[in-house]
């Protein structure tokens, strides 16, 4: 059982451990098992997305250090997945407070550590991913080109802080899943307010760049909304960003007093918010990789076709003036051939390139050459006229 003491849950270790319930085989309400599917629909969509973008990629040679970094993001998001899978039956979410049995709390508590370890990294990887993808992109604008950097060593420099203060927030550790070890921590209501604030700004910084960027570009008009649409999808992440940041706040500083606490689901948020990340960063990749395998889904827009037409117009023109010059080159040839003497059949030699060419051969035999210092030889001298 749990106590709330300072805005905290406090084991209430007054049961004996034959009383202990297994809460992993403890059979789930309706509302876990909503938590539980949304914990893992959002990875298993995420995973699909991210393999077809690595196999467009592979395919086209292109693979690059964003990719890589997806790559390692998408690792970390499936062990959160499994973390959370644990956290949600160990701690009994989304099954009402006189529902739940005597258990030990400490292994939910271990488990909600796993993801505050992992939850931060993930977010960071992915922004680190879509700025290397607009620096290839819009690297050669020097303002550009800088603002990207000093982002991007501003968003790794963030990662590595909140790292180390979720990992180090009390002291000893044992103490972050064991509130009764003697010790200090942090206070962590302000350390994950402030983390997931500084992530909602720097998810403004990243996603709201590119929109800059293509409103300067000189593209037509249809393109540049398609490319402004596919960015936009990011700002969805924002916004679950920011109603995960309320119910931190409304829980830790207990704002709104729940009358079930641990029936809320809330805690799903997170899942949805890193790997609908990573399905956003990963849309502007798929979009050649579907226009080849669904051509007729995701054909050419209308700027598209006009263009390949006008080409395929160009490249008709200048084949068809091609063939008229060519056919007046061999009406020449074929004239001023019938204007010169016929040559005999044993005159005409043919050239590697199919024309027509004249050789004689003289013969002459020379008896210094039958023998040189020893050497054999027929003295045949032979020249190509």
């Given amino acids: 059982m749990m106590n709330f003491r300072d805005g905290e849950m406090v084991p209430n270790r007054n049961f004996t451990s034959e009383f202990l319930t297994d809460p992993v085989n403890y059979p789930p309400s309706p509302q876990q098992s909503v938590a539980i599917a949304i914990t893992i629909a959002f990875p298993a969509a995420a995973l699909v997305v991210v393999v077809t973008r690595i196999a467009g990629r592979l395919s086209s040679r292109q693979f690059g250090w964003d990719d890589g970094l997806v790559c390692i993001a998408m690792v970390f998001s499936i062990l959160e997945t499994a973390a959370s899978y644990m956290y949600i ?31 931060n990294p993930i977010l960071a990887l992915v922004k680190t991913s879509i700025l290397l993808f607009l620096l290839r992109l819009f690297g050669q604008k020097p303002g550009v080109r800088r603002f990207i950097i000093w982002l991007n060593t501003a968003n790794i420099l963030n990662m590595f802080a909140i790292f180390f203060a979720i990992v180090f927030q009390c002291f000893p550790i044992e103490k972050i899943w064991d509130p009764t070890r003697p010790g200090s921590c942090v206070d962590r209501r302000v350390l994950f307010v402030t983390s997931s604030s500084i992530n909602i700004l720097t998810d403004l910084l990243v996603l709201g760049l590119p929109l800059r960027i293509f409103l300067d570009l000189k ?49 799903v948020t997170s899942a949805i918010e890193t790997n609908l990340f990573l399905i956003t960063a990963s849309a502007p990749a798929l979009r050649p990789l579907l226009r080849a395998w669904f051509p007729k889904v995701f054909g050419l827009g209308r700027d598209e076709v006009e263009g390949a037409t006008e ?37 005409l030699v043919m050239s590697y390139n199919g024309i027509m060419r004249r050789s004689d051969i003289i013969v002459r035999y020379d008896p210094r050459l039958t023998s040189r210092d020893g050497e054999g030889g027929d003295g045949r001298i032979e020249k190509w006229v």
Avoid: C
Avoid at 243 to 265: C, H, K, S, V, W
């Fill in 311 to 347: 080409r395929r117009v160009i490249g008709t023109t200048a084949a068809t003036q091609l063939q008229t010059r060519l056919t007046r080159m061999k009406s020449s040839r074929t004239a001023l051939r019938s204007q010169s003497p016929t040559p005999s059949e044993d005159d």
């Fill in 219 to 267: 593209i037509p008009r249809r393109t540049k909304i398609a490319l402004m649409v596919v960015f936009l999808l990011g700002f969805t992440v924002t916004i679950v960003g920011i109603i995960r940041l309320a119910l931190l706040i409304q829980g830790l500083f207990m704002l709104i007093e729940l009358p079930d606490p641990t029936a809320n689901i809330g805690f």
């Fill in 89 to 119: 039956k160990t701690n009994f979410i989304g099954i009402s407070l006189r529902n739940i049995p005597p258990h030990d709390p400490t292994p939910g508590a271990i488990w909600n550590y796993a993801i505050q370890i992992l939850y």
